[in-house]
């Protein structure tokens, strides 16, 4: 089984073995949210988009949606579902060379938990320049439950549209680190292949300091894409955050 890039050969197989149905779950709870501004939301970055299964939904309401994301194959992908409409550039967190002012921001399916505590903070100081005051970032992140769920099931096996596949997790959780294999025991098309992946869990102290380093203010923290409040059975939790004004003390 020969070992790759991380989200280069996987991306072939992602939507199929990995990501759940819920995107358009998630655009709905982001229109309903975005639909009580005021001012209006019409322009979304979509952070670490992927192969823009989110994208697509929110371009389907409506948004002009920008997406940027560290994987050319997972943008390969994403080019292919979204067509010429929505601008798609390769960028690696915490560079965020976009141009413009968006009035939203989105980061899906665990893109931030890959980085480190110091370029979490420095992606927010980027996005920061990137979004109107007044506008919305919202994004989601691994708990603390997830990280005692990935200590006690550290082996998961599945199959999903004709592959095989293997995820092995080592949580070291005073360095709060998951370093993941993810294995393609049997490919519908291809050879076996395996991905090494790292990811962080964010203590909610550090993750709020560095929102408000970065001039937001937090909102709300709840269950994945709902308004229910984080419990302590959340998995992943939901951040929104509001840019604030310039000159606005932080909260």
């Known amino acids: 089984m020969s070992h790759v890039?991380?989200?280069?050969?996987?991306?072939a197989v992602y939507d199929e073995i990995v990501i759940d149905p819920c995107h358009k779950h998630w655009?709905?709870?982001?229109?309903?949210?975005?639909s009580g501004d005021p001012d209006g939301v019409r322009t979304v970055l979509?952070?670490?988009?992927?192969?823009?299964?989110?994208a697509s939904e929110l371009s389907a309401r409506g948004y002009e949606v920008v997406g940027v994301d560290a994987s050319e194959a997972m943008l390969d992908v994403a080019r292919e579902r979204l067509g010429p409409?929505?601008?798609?550039?390769?960028?690696?967190?915490?560079?965020?060379?976009?141009?413009?002012?968006?009035?939203?921001?989105?980061?899906?399916?665990?893109?931030?938990?890959?980085l480190t505590p110091e370029e979490l903070r420095l992606t927010m100081g980027e996005l920061?320049?990137?979004?109107?005051?007044?506008?919305?970032?919202?994004?989601?992140?691994?708990t603390d439950r997830m990280m005692e769920f990935t200590i006690s099931n550290p082996v998961v096996a599945g199959e999903g549209a004709g592959h095989d596949f293997v995820i092995r997790s080592v949580v070291d959780p005073d360095a709060r680190t998951c370093d993941t294999i993810?294995?393609?025991?049997?490919?519908?098309?291809?050879?076996?292949?395996?991905?090494q992946h790292r990811q962080y869990f964010h203590a909610d102290a550090a993750v709020r300091?560095?929102?408000?380093?970065?001039?937001?203010?937090?909102?709300?923290i709840?269950?994945?894409?709902?308004?229910?409040?984080?419990?302590?059975?959340?998995?992943?939790?939901?951040?929104?955050?509001?840019?604030?004004?310039?000159?606005?003390?932080s909260l």
């Open 182 to 195: 993810i294995e393609l025991a049997r490919a519908r098309d291809g050879e076996p292949f395996s991905e």
């Open 46 to 54: 979509d952070v670490c988009c992927g192969t823009g299964l989110l």
């Open 209 to 220: 300091g560095a929102l408000q380093g970065a001039g937001f203010a937090v909102t709300a």
């Open 128 to 142: 920061a320049l990137h979004i109107r005051p007044g506008g919305w970032f919202v994004f989601d992140l691994h």
């Open 85 to 114: 409409d929505v601008l798609l550039s390769r960028m690696t967190l915490p560079d965020l060379m976009v141009e413009g002012v968006y009035d939203a921001a989105v980061c899906t399916f665990d893109g931030l938990n890959y």
């Open 5 to 11: 890039e991380a989200y280069s050969r996987l991306a």
């Open 222 to 249: 709840s269950e994945e894409y709902t308004h229910q409040p984080v419990e302590a059975s959340t998995l992943r939790a939901t951040w929104t955050a509001r840019r604030l004004p310039p000159g606005t003390p």
């Open 27 to 34: 655009a709905a709870f982001l229109h309903a949210l975005w």
